[in-house]
């Protein structure tokens, strides 16, 4: 008899390794694995996709594409702001180009936004997500799946 394929509602637990190029953004495999249900938006759902079909005891690298992961890079989510309307969100010393500034909402979301530019007047923000375009490596170890 097989062992189940992820699917909806399931409960999975899983070690996996997120890596950029050279850079590895995340690792569960030197620590305890995760448990997520899918399904329900735990986790992106365009890595989340990506494990559908998957049976525990797989282990695997899947290599996606730029935008497969966390979206393509979207222009019109570099904005520029008058700086003076940024002070109530950071001081001087944390706004600072790399730095990243967080934004609440009215309705009460968060959004984050990296600093790309400054002037005197003007300071320019990406609110995509810092790998939106970018290929992924994404390296899952599935220990077990819970119907």
Known sequence: MSSPE????DRVTLHYRLACGDAEIVNTFAEGPETF???RGEIDPRLEYALKG?????HTTLHLAP????????????QSY?????????????LEVG???QFQLPNGQTLHGA??????????????HP????????????????K
């Open 6 to 9: 992820i699917g909806l509602n």
């Open 131 to 146: 790998l939106a375009g970018r290929p992924i490596e994404f390296e899952v170890h599935i220990l077990s799946i819970e």
């Open 82 to 94: 008058p700086r003076a309307d940024l002070n109530d969100l950071a001081s001087e010393s944390t």
């Open 67 to 78: 935008g497969m992961a966390f979206g393509e890079h979207d222009p019109d989510r570099v």
């Open 37 to 39: 249900q899918f399904g």
């Open 54 to 58: 998957l049976r525990a005891g797989t």
């Open 99 to 101: 730095h990243i500034i």
């Open 115 to 128: 600093v790309l530019a400054l002037d005197a007047a003007t300071a320019t923000l990406d609110f995509n």
